[in-house]
């Protein structure tokens, strides 16, 4: 039986040589990414600035100017409409009154549904959401203090792990895959809510997981192969692992493609975000995070001297090393 | 590496048999899980925004509580010193800032005063503080600040409380299965699956039900309750339904009977009118109470207050002595329906605002379910036949590990009592995606061992060693963002965190050590030289 195989046995691209081209790249689209987040902000669910939305869900595709007369309507201030998943389901998003809390809210609703039901017999309101400023301000700050802590804490964990120029490298990478993820929120405007931050928190740690596995393997070099240049030896790590790279990219896209197409318009920007993320993820695991080292100015050497500190996990892994070597 | 022990095959098989069977109850219909033991309703619970169903974040006003226990203590010290014997005459008594101060018209009672007050006060916390600060100011001026501590332990029990009176309450809604949790310092989630318009829910919960019944002022000038102002003893309440006309109505600051003496309260109807009316029923003391107070005051009229609005104000045509009474309204069935809940459950101790809902239509949630469903089964197939053709038998072999594992995080969950929400789901499709890079990771090292010129089983074996090394690191770092998320995310995020959880320790169970016992098995038995990988 033959077997597929995306990546080529004996495969041997010269990734450190692209690396200034990449590094050149990948600052560029970083900077646009940041410009376009600040530039065109993100388009922020009730969930982060507070308010209420309606998903409501019509009998026929509706026609949108007749849904904004019945909003505007409804005077309860400015409101905004977006066609979401299918043509018959309309987002409605106003704003919270700011006296009168829950019951005004509530009223709201049923203003809302009462004057819909008028105009469009059979509407349903699906699901509806109101936060309030308070809490809309603390999930802000929940939010961006989760991403944060996973990013330093990964950093700091492969810091202690390997060595310090590990733990920078693989920050920076992440630090742009979440840069990326922001920008793309901010160029497509897709609704950026709570479950974007479950998926900006996946995408870290799936990032950081195919770093890890590129950076073992390239600690695994450096204790083999001591006399060997670090742009060959990470040249030959990178392409050794980059089966399991593709693969693995390859095999998480296809899961996440089906849940895009298959699993309904609720979850479709959260699935769109970790898409992106795989790829971003993937390609600075490749092209960033590894040449970085050498950047950075890591050498065999580097290595041992923390190799003969040694202590914990690190002392661990290296007691597999030699004997690995040893073995024909 | 390869040989396993009897009791090494029975260790590995033992707890998936075990995750598995916990599963299985989430598959089944309600009617067949309700008739298996305790033990073995290991179920899946569906999050909201899959079962449909209102979430709620209630939050109490710490200032509340504060400002209501001062205007307590204004009371105690009202009627401890001048009701007490011997009385003690006070003046100039306000509360602003959060303190209390008075002044006592005779300086030789100052020191008096202060020796009746302090008993007022009581221990807060451990360090053997007082809830209650008592000080002389300008010789003449009692100033009484309430304590930190004292506010803190107030908030706490008064959240406590407030928990067990909406649990009560929504108890008595009859809805299945609700969730009410104190969240933090001063906020409760509630959440009630299936529970379509939550306006009812929202109006009960509102609803202080603070109960108390006073008698009518008739010495009051109407001018001059109008424009809020009442006799001395007296205050002016607002009375939305005053037949006279004027919204407002002037009674006695003395409350006749509270309604933490009420032992039940009834929808009925009025026998005459036939409106909707609550029945009420006084315990023993507030009977006796209630029957004094009514015979004394035959022919004048009284009030029934419900969270400081008068509902009306009747006369008293004779004494009332059962321990029974009806209360009368504007009501409509539903109205006081709610009311005889909410006086059943006794009274909330601190207002409550929504600051945060959510609610989610069982259509939508029966689709998402749908398609969720729908994307795992699609993700699982097309994840399987891209494995089988990239690794052939023992792609077969991760795919086996991927099934038993889906099945597993399902029995996991079932047997912690987690739920699974839409991210989750999504977790799920994430975690068949990525539980198979473990194997991907052990496979990609085989080929690379055996062209390296290792034998088969050298290589296999040398794949899984340097491979688990890989897997586990690259693991640790995967839990660390999950861990994060569970602690730091709220509902969505957390529903997402505890499947990427218990997949992450799954997954390397089931593709690294499942996985080496199949091949190492189909090894021995064939003892291939060559294999296709």
Known sequence: ????????????????????????????????????????????????????????????????????????????????????????TVQIRLPLPEQGGAGAANAIVEKARRAMTAEFPGVAFSRYDTVSGKVSGELIQNGI????????????????????????????????????????????QLEFDLNIVAAVLTIVGYSINDKMVIDDRIRENMRKYRKMDMKSLIDLSVNETLPRTVMTSVTVLLALGALLLLGGHVLRGFTAAMMLGIVVGTYSSVYVSSSLLITLGLTPQTSEKKASKGGGLAAQAERMGPRDGAQP | MLNFSRWAVVGILLPLVVGILCAVPSFLPDSVVTQLPRSMQTRVNLGLDLSGGSHLLLEASTQDVAKQRLANM?????????????????????????????????????????????????????????????????????????????IDNAVKSAMQVATEVIRKRIDEMGTREPTIQQQGDNRIVVQVPGLQNPKALKDLLRQTAKLEFKLVDTTANPAEVAQ???????????????????????????????????????????????????????????????????????????????????????????????????????????TANQLAIALRSGNLPVDLTVVEERTVGPQLGADSIRAGLVASLVAVVAVAVFMFASYGRFGMYANLAVAINV???????????????????????????????????????????????????????????????????????????????????????????????????????????????????????????????
């Open chain 2, 74 to 150: 204004e009371e105690q010290v009202r009627t401890e010193l001048r009701r007490g014997q011997p009385r003690i005459a006070i003046g100039d008594i306000s509360s602003r800032d959060g303190k209390l101060s008075f002044m006592v018209r005779e300086p030789s009672q100052v020191d008096a005063a202060v020796e009746r007050i302090r008993p007022l006060t009581q221990g807060a916390g451990l360090t053997g503080q007082r809830d209650f600060n008592v000080e002389v100011v300008n010789s003449s001026t009692i100033v009484i600040t309430p304590t930190n501590a004292g």
């Open chain 1, 1 to 88: 039986m033959k077997l597929l195989k995306l990546v080529p046995d004996n495969t041997n691209i010269g990734f450190v040589k692209l690396r200034h081209w990449a590094f050149g790249l990948t600052a560029l689209l970083t900077v646009l990414a940041v410009g376009a987040t600040f530039y065109k902000g993100l388009n922020l669910g009730v969930d982060f600035v507070g308010g209420l939305m309606i998903e409501a869900k019509f009998q026929q595709p509706p026609q949108m100017d007749k849904v904004r007369t019945v909003v505007d309507r409804l005077g309860v201030g400015d409101g905004s409409l977006q066609q979401f998943g299918d043509p018959r």
């Open chain 1, 145 to 188: 203090l989760a991403v944060m802590l996973a990013v330093v804490g990964i950093a700091i964990f492969s810091w202690f792990r390997y060595e310090w120029q590990f733990g920078v490298s693989t920050f920076v990478a992440i630090m742009h895959d979440v840069l990326m993820t922001l920008g793309f929120f901010a160029i497509t």
């Open chain 2, 407 to 533: 099945l597993v995080i399902l029995g996991v969950m079932g047997i912690l009592g987690a739920t699974l929400t839409l991210p989750g789901i999504a977790g799920f499709v994430l975690t068949i995606g990525t539980a198979v890079d473990a194997n991907v990771l052990i496979y990609e090292r085989i080929r690379e061992e055996r062209r390296r010129g290792r034998g088969v089983v050298q290589a296999i074996e040398h794949g899984y060693k340097e491979a688990s090394r890989t897997i586990f690191e690259a693991n640790v770092t995967h839990a660390i963002a999950g861990g994060i998320m569970l602690a730091l995310g709220s509902g969505p995020v957390k529903g997402f965190a505890i499947v990427l959880l218990i997949g992450i320790a799954t997954s390397v169970f089931t593709a690294v050590t499942f996985t080496r016992l199949l091949v190492s098995r189909w090894v021995r038995a064939k003892r291939p030289t060559e294999i296709v990988i």
């Open chain 2, 228 to 334: 809020g102002r009442a006799p001395v003893g007296s205050e002016v309440l607002p009375y939305p339904d005053n037949p006279s006309g004027v919204p407002m109505i002037a009674v006695k600051r003395q409350v006749m009977v509270s309604g933490e003496e009420l032992a039940d309260a009834q929808q009925g109807y009025d026998q005459r009118t036939n409106a909707p009316v609550v029945n009420i029923r006084f315990n023993g003391a507030g009977g006796r109470k209630f029957g004094q107070v009514t015979s004394q005051n035959v022919n004048r009229p009284f009030a029934m207050i419900l969270d400081g609005r008068v509902l009306s104000a009747p006369n008293i045509n004779e004494p009332i002595l059962g321990g029974s009474a009806q209360i009368s309204g504007n009501f409509t069935v539903e």
